[in-house]
């Protein structure tokens, strides 16, 4: 992976982890996340009549732009399922398990090839993400989180984490298909993710009640704030996709889990959270252990 590519999906995990880190200002606003998707949305149709010409538009790339925008419909619903039922301790870790998934497949399906010291990079950051939630370093901080889970959560962040696995693998076949420019990222996901939100829409039967679509806000939130966040979750999923056209799979969301660990991270500096900071340092060590692998092999 070349040090622009590796830049260009650092930046991505910057702009995760800030609107992640305004999930977690807001957690307590009905329907925050939903109004984030929404304006992510509104920014990917904004910006496909400048990108749609980027793509070739043949069958298999819209066949693999709706698998796509499905699978995220299916992943967002999931991960909602997944920390209402389950302890997020152990959840989270497998919903974030997917880079070591998508990189195995792409071996066995897709004729990519890793090193040795590029796997161990994947399961570097892999494992730095498993050891994020931890309360302690300890043994037994593992141990005790077993029965603190029930089988409906484990199978939530499951079929999250296979989703993952099916947007990514199907975004990096469209990318194959695309000629190399940073528009073509934003072209497919102008047709994925309003399609994703469709189908998270359609599989969450309660409606969303907390979103206003007249003000495209969720009260307290303003409006230019909400448009901000959008913006960070719409630029950091185009600029993963854009990579695919020169990096694997694999490699790529390996390295994005840097912005989960920033986010911690940023729980730590901005919202006092330090009753985990030593797994949090250790999960931050091991995901950029796994980069340097990754950018070095």
Not at 97 to 113: A, K, N
Not at 157 to 182: H, I, N, P, Q, R
Not at 198 to 219: D, E, Q, S
Not at 230 to 258: E, F
Request: charged share 10%; with cysteine; aromatic share 12%.
């Amino acid at each position: 992976m070349t040090t622009q590519l590796l830049a260009l999906l650092i930046l991505s995990s910057c702009l995760h982890a800030a609107w992640n880190l305004a999930g977690r200002k807001w957690r307590g606003v009905s329907d925050f996340l939903w109004g984030v998707g929404v304006w992510t949305g509104i920014w990917a149709i904004t910006a496909f009549p400048f990108a749609v010409h980027s793509l070739q538009w043949q069958p298999t790339l819209i066949l693999c732009a709706v698998a796509s925008g499905t699978a995220l419909g299916g992943y967002m619903f999931f991960v909602e399922r997944a920390y209402r039922t389950g302890d997020i301790s152990l959840v989270y870790p497998l919903i974030r398990s997917s880079p070591l998934w998508v990189s195995l497949l792409s071996v066995l399906f897709f004729g990519e090839t890793l090193s040795p010291a590029a796997w161990g990079g994947v399961l570097c950051a892999t494992l730095g993400v498993c050891v994020l939630p931890l309360r302690s370093l300890h043994p037994k901080a593992a141990v005790s989180l077993a029965p603190s889970v029930g089988r409906t959560g484990i199978l939530f962040a499951l079929a999250a984490s296979f989703c993952t696995c099916v947007y990514s693998l199907s975004d990096k076949v469209a990318m194959e298909l695309a000629a190399t420019g940073v528009l073509a990222g934003a072209g497919l996901v102008g047709v994925s993710w309003p399609l994703g939100l469709f189908v998270w829409a359609g599989l969450h039967r309660n409606g969303r009640r907390g979103f206003h679509w007249r003000t495209l806000t969720v009260p307290p939130v303003s409006l230019w704030q909400m448009a901000l966040y959008g913006l960070c979750s719409y630029l950091a999923y185009t600029i993963v996709i854009g990579v695919m056209i020169h990096a694997g799979a694999g490699r790529v969301l390996a390295v994005t889990n840097l912005g989960v660990v920033l986010g911690a991270l940023g729980g730590i500096l901005f919202f006092g959270e330090r009753e985990r900071a030593l797994p949090r340092l250790l999960g931050l060590g091991l995901v950029v252990t796994g980069i340097i692998l990754l950018r070095l092999f």
